[in-house]
């Protein structure tokens, strides 16, 4: 079942089964409540699924060397794997950690139900952005042909390029993630020992919404245009989160030509002239790349067609 959500809504509670898609002035899609699979599989049921996810960040805290937050976002801890860019960086490189610590994550992302934890927030993306979903699959190919040998963090379980792990009473305060694709999503996953109707909801400011955040539940947000937070749970409770993205930077260097800006205007000044111009009209078409409940059908048998095409043209000329 899916309920469409106009801006005007102040609170909802998201039901386990049911998927409620957030909607702005224009009808497009822009926030997703993804509702939990059906039956079992071969995986298990998805209350296992949230169990064993939680089992393993749990297991994650104790052996890998958190991070402690005491800033904008919150009071809590996290840990981050994946690839990054920015801050001087000349390419996109893994974020430093000890050797020790990447096998810990890499352990921790081996998890079966970490595994498939990814893989269902993948297939969400697809379904309810498949337009914007098509930018990250190309963007991945566009690194792997550039770059022979390149793994996706993930490995094969998403087109993401980095997670955070977060835990002890992980709740956030009101916030923007400006370093991520401005139209790009993040899917974020909840789990923990807490009260959904009491605190954890999950705040979306700008569209005056207060949705509950069970444990289980996938949301899937802009985060760099949303400012969102948390509902504070109850002092007895736990909660622990996953959030995947990727860097708004790592578009950007792809789209210049696998540079940096400052090697784009010293070597390049019309095309970064150009690239000046075309900002212009960039964030309309950013938005546009979001779908309407009227649309989303076509909208992703065309995108799997143009993923289909450009892989094709990618094989082709890597033959």
Same mark, same amino acid.
């Given at each position: 079942? $899916?309920?469409?959500c ?15 898609? %957030? ?9 997703v409540?993804?509702?939990?699979p ?5 995986g ?6 949230e169990?064993?996810?939680?089992a ?7 052996d %890998?060397?958190? !991070?402690?937050h005491?800033? /904008?976002?919150?009071?809590y801890?996290?840990?981050? $794997? ?20 990447? =096998? ?21 993306f ?14 991945f190919?566009r690194?792997?042909? /550039? $770059?022979?040998?390149?793994?996706p ?12 792990g977060?835990? /002890? !009473? ?8 400006e370093m991520n694709?401005?139209?790009?999503i993040c899917p974020?996953?909840?789990?923990g020992? %807490?009260?959904p109707?009491?605190?954890?909801h999950?705040?979306?400011?700008q ?7 069970p444990?289980?539940?996938?949301m899937l947000?802009p985060?760099?245009t ?5 509902v504070a749970i109850?002092?007895?409770?736990? !909660?622990?989160s996953?959030?995947? $993205?990727t860097?708004g930077?790592?578009?950007r260097?792809?789209?210049?030509? %696998?540079r940096t800006?400052?090697?784009?205007k010293?070597k390049?000044p019309? /095309?970064?002239?150009a =690239?000046?111009?075309d900002?212009?009209g !960039?964030w ?16 992703r048998k065309?995108?799997?067609s143009?993923?289909r095409?450009d892989?094709?043209?990618?094989i082709?000329h890597?033959?």
């Amino acid at each position: 079942m $899916y309920h469409y959500c106009l801006t005007n809504t102040y609170s909802f509670s998201s039901s386990s089964r049911d998927t409620i898609a %957030f909607l702005d002035q224009k009808d497009r899609i822009i926030a997703v409540a993804v509702g939990r699979p059906t039956g079992q599989d071969g995986g298990g049921d998805w209350a296992d699924v949230e169990r064993g996810v939680r089992a393993a960040l749990l297991e994650l805290q104790k052996d %890998f060397n958190f !991070r402690e937050h005491h800033e /904008r976002r919150g009071d809590y801890q996290s840990a981050t $794997y994946g690839i990054s860019f920015g801050g001087g960086q000349k390419r996109p490189g893994m974020l430093k950690m000890s050797d020790r610590n990447q =096998e810990v994550f890499k352990t921790f992302l081996d998890n079966p139900y970490v595994q498939r934890m990814v893989g269902y927030s993948e297939s969400a993306f697809a379904s309810y952005f498949p337009n914007v979903y098509r930018e990250y699959v190309q963007l991945f190919a566009r690194m792997a042909d /550039r $770059y022979p040998g390149f793994e996706p963090p993930m490995g094969s379980h998403g087109h993401f390029a980095a997670m955070s792990g977060n835990v /002890r !009473r992980a709740q956030t305060y009101l916030h923007l993630d400006e370093m991520n694709k401005a139209n790009g999503i993040c899917p974020i996953f909840n789990t923990g020992n %807490f009260d959904p109707v009491k605190g954890g909801h999950l705040i979306l400011q700008q569209l005056g919404v207060v949705v509950e955040f069970p444990p289980g539940t996938v949301m899937l947000i802009p985060s760099a245009t949303l400012v969102h937070g948390n509902v504070a749970i109850q002092e007895h409770e736990e !909660r622990e989160s996953i959030t995947l $993205y990727t860097a708004g930077g790592l578009f950007r260097w792809a789209e210049y030509g %696998f540079r940096t800006e400052k090697d784009l205007k010293a070597k390049y000044p019309e /095309r970064w002239a150009a =690239e000046l111009k075309d900002r212009k009209g !960039r964030w309309a078409r950013a938005v546009a790349q979001y779908s309407t409940p009227y649309s989303l059908i076509n909208d992703r048998k065309e995108a799997l067609s143009q993923i289909r095409n450009d892989l094709n043209s990618m094989i082709n000329h890597a033959g």
